[in-house]
């Protein structure tokens, strides 16, 4: 089963920009979704198809997708990006939804 | 909006059947899944509806779980059956609008604990 990689935490201090990969082989011929989940709180819709910002999402909020990584990147970090984030692909040949293991951002 | 409901504390080996309540938008005109998060975990899909009917199932759910929907209450639902101390998670149920569309909705989620 086709299986996403992401590192378990990243920190960055307030303002800076994070970037999150998203390791997959060959998911550059995939479309990526990205999700945002707060504390206690329903996943979040963040980036879709790779780099589209659903309405709602600011545009510090990008996307990147190429070869086998995927990269959300958050600039000008705030406190309120402290979150975790998770990868998503859709397997055409299985029609099976695959989650990435889950990055844990700090705003130190 | 989505609103789940259904879970609860189950001994092992039990059944339990969840809903996922639609407003705003039709059940049956969307891509419709159930994601499930065990304590502390990350995500993973369960299951998934086509707006066409066809269904889909993680590994983890195929010959236990089984999707449906019932359109004239615009209700998803997920029966699980042979229920074990693994399927101890809260459950999600997320609409995507076209296949491969991204997960734009999601509901904020019911419990399922199994345990005797």
């Known amino acids: 089963s086709y299986v996403l990689t992401q590192p378990p935490s990243v920190s960055v201090p307030p303002g800076k920009t994070a970037r999150i990969t998203c390791g997959g082989n060959?998911?550059?011929?995939?479309?990526v979704h990205w999700y945002r989940q707060k504390p206690g709180q329903a996943p979040m819709l963040v980036i879709s198809?790779?780099?589209a910002r659903p309405s709602g999402i600011p545009e510090r909020f990008s996307g990147s997708n190429s070869g086998n990584t995927a990269t959300l990147t958050v600039s000008r970090v705030e406190a309120g990006d402290e979150a975790d984030y998770f990868c998503?692909?859709?397997?055409?040949?299985?029609?099976?939804?695959?989650f990435g293991t889950g990055t844990t951002v700090t705003v130190l | 909006q989505l609103v789940e409901s259904g879970g609860g504390l189950i001994q092992p080996g039990g059944s339990l059947r969840l809903s996922c309540a639609a407003s705003?938008?039709?059940?049956?005109?969307?891509?419709m899944s159930w994601v499930r998060q065990a304590p502390g975990k990350g995500l993973a899909w369960v299951a998934v509806?086509?707006?066409?009917?066809?269904?889909y199932y993680a590994d983890s759910a195929k010959g236990r779980f089984t999707i449906s929907r019932d359109d004239s209450k615009n209700v998803l639902y997920l029966q699980l059956n042979t229920l074990t101390a693994d399927d101890t998670a809260v459950y999600y149920c997320?609409?995507?609008?076209?296949?491969?569309?991204?997960?734009?909705?999601w509901g904020q989620g019911t419990t399922v604990t199994v345990s005797s």
């Open positions: 060959d998911i550059g011929r995939k479309s």
């Open positions: 705003g938008f039709t059940v049956s005109s969307n891509y």
């Open positions: 509806m086509y707006s066409g009917g066809s269904t």
């Open positions: 997320a609409r995507e609008p076209w296949n491969d569309g991204g997960m734009n909705v």
């Open positions: 998503q692909v859709w397997d055409n040949d299985s029609h099976h939804y695959v």
């Open positions: 198809h790779d780099g």
